[in-house]
């Protein structure tokens, strides 16, 4: 008898278990504005803006010379990426700006970084780089490219250095940002256990900047392909932005729309990248 009663129970608080994690699967989902995977609905707004291009040149609505056709801008793709084009195959353009943007990037990231993170934790630091910082971080980088021509000249060293500078302000501010991240508990508790100064900064205040550091990195990222076109009008033979620009000149709309294209794909592709990156260096995020 007695066994008979501890089975019944245990049926039953296996069936509310049961009830228990099937309604925590219907809204688990949904606990925050805004969860939820977008892949669906991105794929159907790009084909939507595809399908009203092609519409739109195809009616007549927009004259080629604004606007070509999605035909006229893959025939462009395939002549260049084949090298038949009356001008360097698309893999020499490419190539040149990944090469300035990587190499801008990289700078950045090995200075700013740290010197945002010196900026979050010493006074002297944050006020040694804040007025440079906050000076220039709003003027766009044409204003500045003349100066950067007349000191440093028209080779590689000014373009790679004024998407530099465009990279640099955001990941330093992000950086400087993250380090007040972690709250007092975290570092008192740290403190209390013996830490150093610079124990807290490495296994405390570090690890709790990461996210806003990998997003730092986002938006710099974007700005050195942002900054990429201006960069090659310095006298270059070679990158994507010179294609663009050189295809302007004769009003070539449908090779001009074609880099245009390739440069957002690529931002795009190395955006997606560092969001993989954040999502396997700091999993936590966003599930606290």
Same mark, same amino acid.
């Given at each position: 008898m007695l066994e008979g009663m501890v089975m019944v129970a245990e049926a039953v608080a296996r069936q509310s278990q049961r009830k228990t994690e099937q309604v925590a699967q219907k809204t688990s989902a949904f606990r925050e504005l805004g969860e939820g995977s977008s892949a669906g609905i991105s794929v159907i707004t790009i084909a939507a803006l595809f399908a009203l291009w092609f519409v739109v040149t195809q009616t007549g609505w927009v004259k080629p010379l604004?606007?070509?056709?999605?035909?006229?801008?893959?025939?462009?793709?395939?002549?260049?990426?084949?090298?038949?084009?009356?001008? $360097?195959? !698309?893999?020499?353009? @490419? /190539?040149a700006s990944l090469l300035r943007v990587l190499s801008a990037f990289g700078l950045a990231c090995v200075t700013a970084i740290p010197i945002g993170i010196a900026m979050g934790t010493s006074r002297v630091m944050r006020g040694i780089f804040d007025p440079p910082l906050e000076f220039y971080r709003p003027l766009p980088p044409l204003?500045?490219?003349?100066?950067?021509?007349?000191?440093?000249?028209?080779?590689?060293?000014? $373009?790679? !250095?004024?998407?530099? @500078? /465009?990279?640099?302000?955001?990941?330093?501010?992000?950086?400087?940002?993250?380090?007040?991240?972690a709250t007092q508990e975290q570092i008192h508790a740290a403190a209390s256990m013996g830490a150093s100064r610079w124990q807290v900064i490495r296994h405390v205040l570090l690890p709790a900047a990461l996210p806003e550091i990998l997003v730092g990195m986002r938006i710099a990222v974007g700005f050195g392909w942002t900054t990429l076109v201006a960069a090659e009008m310095v006298a270059a033979s070679l990158g994507l932005g010179q294609l663009v620009l050189n295809a302007s000149n004769f009003l070539r709309t449908d090779i001009v729309v074609m880099g245009i294209i390739v440069i957002g794909l690529l931002a795009y592709g190395f955006d997606l990248l560092m969001r993989w990156a954040a999502y396997r260096l700091v999993p936590w995020k966003g599930r606290g």
């Open positions: 604004f606007l070509p056709s999605p035909q006229a801008v893959w025939e462009q793709f395939v002549l260049y990426a084949s090298g038949q084009a009356n001008d $360097k195959p !698309l893999w020499q353009h @490419l /190539s204003s500045y490219l003349p100066l950067i021509i007349i000191w440093f000249g028209i080779d590689e060293l000014p $373009k790679v !250095l004024l998407i530099y @500078l /465009s990279c640099f302000a955001p990941l330093a501010l992000a950086a400087r940002s993250g380090m007040k991240t």
